[in-house]
T-cell receptor
Framework: RKEVEQDPGPFNVPEGATVAFNCTYSNSASQSFFWYRQDCRKEPKLLMSVYSSGNEDGRFTAQLNRASQYISLLIRDSKLSDSATYLCVAHTGGFKTIFGAGTRLFVKA | DVKVTQSSRYLVKRTGEKVFLECVQDMDHENMFWYRQDPGLGLRLIYFSYDVKMKEKGDIPEGYSVSREKKERFSLILESASTNQTSMYLC?????????????FGPGTRLTVT
């Protein structure tokens, strides 16, 4: 079983749609969580950190459920430029950072 | 802005060749990492370094070695390249901030071993 699991997709949505990605992690010792975005043939870049209380950055909302070991990312009012792969990341402390395999999103006009 | 650079974007090597991948960061970060990324597998940690001349094995170190002689530079070495080492190689640099250890990635080197 992978330590961080994501639905690989792809998710195909029209512009303006709301889309949600889910991620589960297996190590209950994981301390901090992130969502990274990776464009085709580019490097991953930090999108946002995920806090226990949930956090929002514009059209993006991230939530963490420690009891269920579950992380989510919600994108509202999808734009064409949101098309990318979204990586869920769990950090266990020290140098232990686990990346999910990513969920691909295609936003179409 | 943090900048992490890698010596090559694309590289083609033959089986058995020794391959050097270079990574440089300009933010004085102590921690540097080498990952490989393959479809469906995500990023897998090969080696990391938390200080000059210090290195630790990651999850898949077999067939690789690293060198960190200067703080800003972290090199990945494929001692004898094999076709199963064809992959995207990503270097990352890390700082510790209040919210957690964000990583900054270089643009990647797509290595093909024939």
């Amino acid at each position: 079983r992978k330590e961080v699991e994501q639905d690989p997709g792809p998710f195909n949505v029209p512009e303006g749609a709301t889309v949600a990605f889910n991620c589960t992690y297996s190590n209950s010792a994981s301390q901090s969580f992130f969502w990274y975005r990776q464009d085709c043939r580019k490097e991953p870049k930090l999108l946002m950190s995920v806090y226990s209380s949930g956090n929002e950055d514009g059209r993006f909302t991230a939530q963490l459920n420690r009891a269920s070991q579950y992380i989510s990312l919600l994108i509202r009012d999808s734009k064409l430029s949101d098309s990318a792969t979204y990586l869920c990341v769990a950090h266990t402390g020290g140098f232990k950072t686990i990346f999910g395999a990513g969920t691909r999103l295609f936003v179409k006009a | 802005d943090v900048k992490v650079t890698q010596s090559s974007r694309y590289l083609v090597k033959r089986t058995g060749e020794k391959v050097f991948l270079e990574c440089v960061q300009d933010m004085d970060h102590e921690n540097m990492f080498w990952y490989r990324q393959d479809p469906g597998l995500g990023l897998r940690l090969i080696y990391f370094s938390y200080d000059v001349k210090m290195k630790e094995k990651g999850d898949i170190p077999e067939g690789y070695s690293v060198s960190r002689e200067k703080k800003e530079r972290f090199s990945l070495i494929l001692e004898s390249a094999s076709t199963n080492q064809t992959s995207m190689y990503l270097c990352a640099s890390k700082r510790i901030i209040g919210g957690g250890p964000e990583q900054y990635f270089g643009p990647g080197t797509r290595l093909t071993v024939t």
